[in-house]
């Protein structure tokens, strides 16, 4: 039997001071409560930095520069759902960020990820950033300014 990976793209926001972005999963959707970064599936025709991009105005209402690809995996769920996930470092958006489709964000050291109920296909990449953390940010990134 063949499974199809379904393609998402994710963007890990981090501040100046170091911290990242990290969303709660709403009730009613499958892996509710869950945490995980902003993003989503690629429409059909999409790269996946002009889906990131999509994805971070629907959710975030923020213009993000989607900047370098920091890891590739393909995770598997018990659920039998499979995705093929790039994450990408954004550390320059306009607009300030509003809340249009998660149960609860939170802004976390990469060190306090272990802590959260992260999705199955992340975990693997939280626990590296909470050992390894991320290259260091650009100074004065201009985050949420429009």
Known sequence: MSTHAIAVA??????????????????????????????????????????????LMEELAIEAEIGALLHEQVAHYRDGGTFAVGYYLI?????????????DMRWLAPEELPEFDVLDGNRQFCARLATEGLPPAVPDAGQGKA
């Open 10 to 55: 994710v963007g890990i926001l981090r501040l100046a001071d170091g911290r990242i972005l990290l969303c709660q999963r709403p009730e009613g959707k499958s892996y509710a409560l869950q945490w995980e970064f902003p993003g989503g599936k690629l429409e059909p025709g999409e790269s996946s930095r002009e889906a990131l991009r999509r994805e």
């Open 91 to 103: 550390e320059q958006w306009h607009g300030e960020l509003i809340n249009r489709n998660f149960a």
